[in-house]
């Protein structure tokens, strides 16, 4: 059967089980435009920005898992893109973008809306394609999606100019592709696995540390079935929050930057760590020379072998899928006659427990007067039982989201660990419920994030998504105030936002439900009153207070260890 | 650091753009590039690459991860496991005139390098070798006035049975 290029790519896209794509037209796919308008198979989301298109798309497959695909046009519309795409790219998201080019004839010269697309995106792809042969569309669709699942995943990019949308081809979708120079790899060596077991049970001072990779590789339950036969304590990193139930008492919290007292201690104390999926990034140990003071034994499992090794040295690497890894290293262990040293996990937990006694997340909990943004998030948990999709864009309120809302599920906790995107926030959570529309999606933001997508609110109004925003308004770019007065003697070096718009009066010229909330005691009314508008996108402007900075911390450069626990540590 | 010179040996898809991923993750990554060369093998579908860079040997594992992990490279071996020869192409054009010109035909010779074009006043010298030879017949030239060189940077294959392909 003869189709068109642009009839092509909406027939792979069905195949490959696409329910939703995210875009914005242009010249150069006004062809796929007007295959979309003559199918209903593929459903199409008109955002306000290309950048919201890649995040929602974004957001849409870390919530669910599947591969996200996002469609811009050819130059701006790419331009556009790329902040979204080295958003998906640095946190390993699959993804599938098509990007419109001008006619094959017009590439090179400079065209009307031309640019090197192929070029700009490549350091921030996993790959990209630039189709020249309408002949080759089906099956270079075909790869794009098995690039972008496979192995660790990522976006990949699908380039077709316009006169390749419009020629006629057979069309005929292969069920499946192989090439010769990708073959991701899938078992872990058994050997490796064998030897790791053997160190974990010799282990006096254990630490599981878990990345987004157990996330990405639907791990969780295998994670946290290893966690509990063994009876170690666990931490998760920013991006692998959910991936075990952060209510779970073997739980020790996030580590890191913003991670918890008890997490950073035990990771640079123990004797044998497990690293799962996680990639021991600067904002994760801090100085790496501070971290090989203390000697331990490492295991690093990951899809990736160029995650091994790269900033820490190991002893057992095991590259392969995690989930394999994993039943592996369960299978071995039920059937291995030694078990965990009980009396030396014991004084290890004795020791954990001492350090957890700090309780460094504690805060000003009875403050009447002033909204203390920790307490948002607590009473978010409350309100959403601990149980909705939570997005975040970037600053001081990502880290208090990280710290407070206990995220007992995996993919509930999406925001931009590697990049650090604002404006992520809420066009991801676009994606995120249009992937779950029955579930609470809520987005956890600032003041100056939420300025930078603020045009999806018009989205949400088109498309009726009922999310919930939650700005944390401190009138300040927080994070970057905090830095200033860490370290660069408190000159808030514009950091101080002045004419902020009436986020309620906003809210509502889109159509949308706003609530200014000022008050502590109103934190939970409020909350209850927009999460029962179950069909409606509710604004709800906190004010908080603007001095309240993010503890613990380790500042930049600084060992794990070397942690400013409150203010009072300044 | 031991920064240590290796031979890279890569075999990759004859696309448009291969070349370019690789050279994008030199830079990208500021990893170290001596030289690079390139051309299709008795395949047509896979072109064969050489890179010669240097690094700890932490970053030269790096290296080797990051560049399997580009999707048209099919393989890459560090050719310095193994016994290896190298060889590059050299063309120097030097003025050569009067009693110079015996010498440094004389140097040539030495060598094992053919003057392969000759006017009254210059010579073209073609010389295969080792990086490390071309470098010392530049020296040998001594006061001889060089003109213009060019070199193709190192191509490389493993010695015996060991063998690179898919
Ligand atoms: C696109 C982008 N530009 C700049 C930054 C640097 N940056 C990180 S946090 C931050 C301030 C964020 O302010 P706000 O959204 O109000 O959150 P707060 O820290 O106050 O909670 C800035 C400017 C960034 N992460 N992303």
Request: charged share 25%; net charge negative.
């Amino acid at each position: 059967m003869q189709l068109s290029g642009a009839e092509i790519t909406l027939r792979c896209l069905a195949e490959e089980g696409v329910d939703y794509i995210f875009g914005y037209p242009g010249g150069a796919v006004l062809y796929i435009y007007d295959a979309i308008f003559n199918q209903d198979k593929v459903k199409h989301i008109l955002v306000r920005h290309e950048q919201a298109a890649v995040h929602a798309a974004d957001g849409y497959a870390r919530a669910s898992g599947r591969p996200g695909v996002a469609l811009v046009t050819s130059g701006p519309g790419v331009t556009n893109a790329v902040t979204g795409i080295a958003t998906a790219f640095l946190d390993s998201i699959p993804m599938v973008i098509i990007s419109g080019q001008v006619p094959t004839r017009a590439i090179g010269l400079d065209a009307f809306q031309e640019v090197d697309t192929v070029g700009i995106t490549r350091p921030c792809v996993k790959h990209n394609f630039l189709v020249k042969d309408v002949a080759e569309l089906a099956t270079t669709i075909k790869k794009a999606f098995y690039v972008a699942t496979t192995g660790r995943p990522g976006p990949v990019l699908v380039d077709i100019p316009k006169d390749v949308s419009q020629q006629l081809a057979e069309y005929d979708y292969p069920k499946s592709v192989s090439m010769r120079s990708y073959n991701p790899v899938l078992k872990g060596h058994a050997g490796q696995i064998k030897k790791a077991v053997q160190m974990l049970l010799e282990a006096k001072r254990p630490m599981i540390y878990a990345g987004g990779g157990v996330i990405l590789g639907d791990a969780s339950p295998l994670l946290t079935k290893l966690v509990r036969t063994l009876g170690y304590p666990c931490t998760n990193t920013l991006m692998g929050l959910g991936c075990y139930p952060a209510s779970d008492p073997q739980f020790v919290g996030m580590l890191g930057m913003h991670g918890t007292y008890e997490a950073n201690l035990s990771m640079q104390n123990c004797d044998v760590l497990l690293a799962v999926g996680a990639r021991f990034d600067d904002r994760v140990i801090g100085n790496p020379e501070h971290f090989f003071q203390a000697g331990r034994r490492i295991i690093h499992i990951d899809i990736d072998p160029s995650s091994i090794s790269k900033r820490v040295k190991v002893d057992v690497p095991i590259v392969g899928n995690i989930t394999d890894v994993l039943e592996e290293m369960l299978r071995q262990l039920a059937a291995h006659e030694a078990k965990p040293d009980a009396p030396a996990l014991a004084a290890w937990w004795k020791q954990i427990d001492e350090w957890r006694g700090r309780d460094c997340l504690r805060y000003d909990r009875s403050n009447t007067e002033i909204i203390k943004p920790q307490s948002v998030i607590e009473q978010l948990w409350r309100v959403t039982d601990g149980d909705a999709y939570i997005t975040s864009d970037v600053g001081q309120h990502q880290m208090w989201a990280a710290q407070y809302y206990k995220f007992d599920k995996p993919r509930r906790w999406i925001n931009s660990g590697g990049l650090g995107t604002m404006g992520f926030g809420l066009p991801s959570a676009m994606g995120v419920q249009f992937a779950f529309p029955d579930d609470t999606v809520a987005c956890v933001t600032g003041e100056a994030s939420i300025q930078m997508c603020i045009q999806e609110l018009s989205t949400c109004k088109q498309y009726h998504l009922p999310i919930k925003i939650i700005n944390l308004n401190n009138r300040y770019l927080g994070m970057v105030r905090q830095w200033q007065e860490l370290q660069h003697g408190n000159r808030h070096s514009e950091s101080y936002m002045e004419a902020l718009p009436d986020f309620v009066k906003l809210a509502e010229s889109y159509g949308h439900v706003g609530f200014r909330i000022d008050r502590p005691q109103d934190i939970e009314p409020a909350m209850r009153e927009a999460f029962a508008l179950k069909d409606r996108t509710v604004f709800m402007d906190f004010q908080t207070d603007q001095s309240e900075n993010v503890f613990p911390m380790v500042p930049g450069g600084k060992g794990l260890t070397e942690m400013l626990l409150g203010s009072e540590d300044l | 650091m031991n920064n240590n010179r290796h031979i890279l040996s890569l075999l990759l898809e004859n696309e448009a753009g291969a070349l370019s991923r690789v050279a994008g993750l030199f830079s990208a990554r500021a990893y170290n590039i001596e030289s690079l060369t390139v051309a299709p093998t008795e395949d047509p579908t896979m072109s064969r690459m050489t890179i010669v860079t240097s690094g700890s040997e932490d970053v030269i594992e790096q290296i080797t991860k990051q560049l399997n992990k580009l999707i048209e490279v099919v393989k890459v071996f560090d050719l310095n496991e193994g016994r290896h020869i190298e060889r590059e192409l050299m063309l120097v054009k030097v003025r050569a005139e009067g009693k110079d010109r015996e010498e440094i035909k004389r140097t040539a010779d030495i060598f094992r390098g053919r003057i392969i074009d000759v006017t009254d006043r210059i010579y073209t010298i073609e010389l295969t070798g080792t990086h490390d030879k071309l470098d010392a017949f530049l020296e040998a030239l001594g006061s001889t006035q060089i003109l213009e060189t060019v070199r193709t940077g190192a191509s490389g294959i493993g010695r015996g049975e060991w063998i690179l392909r898919v």
